[in-house]
């Protein structure tokens, strides 16, 4: 089993920031992915973002909406994944997940993650 746990989330106005960080304990993969997934209300909860491991080294990925206003990284040490979202929108308004799947080519689908954390919330008001 593995166990997520996202905080950081909060009120913001437009053009703030915050940073969203993703604990993880338990099971340990030698190779996986992680992902931060968002979900509105009334929407269909949406990826924005990922980053995997494997042999060949550290890649990263960004949904077009976020690419250069958000940045994912990671502390090995700390076995936490960050999220720094800048330049914030009133449309990044939603809950937001992180994810983990033990596959490393894990992308943009959902159903490619294997354990969620129970989200927390991102309000960017106007």
């Known amino acids: 089993q593995v166990q997520l746990v996202e905080s950081g989330g909060g009120l913001v106005q437009a053009g703030g920031s915050l940073r969203l960080s993703c604990v993880r304990s338990g099971r340990t993969f030698s190779t996986y992915a992680m992902g931060w997934f968002r979900q509105a209300p009334g929407k269909e909860r949406e990826w924005v973002t990922s980053?995997?491991?494997?042999?060949?080294?550290?890649?990263?990925w960004y949904a077009d909406s976020v690419k250069g206003r958000f940045t994912i990284s990671r502390d090995i040490a700390k076995n936490t994944v960050y999220l720094q979202m800048n330049s914030l929108k009133p449309e990044d308004t939603a809950i937001y997940y992180c994810?983990?799947?033990?596959?490393?080519?894990?992308?943009?689908?959902?159903?490619?993650?294997?354990?969620w954390g129970q989200g927390t919330q991102v309000t960017v008001s106007s």
């Open positions: 980053i995997s491991i494997d042999w060949i080294g550290t890649s990263t």
């Open positions: 994810a983990v799947s033990s596959n490393s080519y894990a992308r943009t689908m959902t159903s490619a993650y294997d354990y």
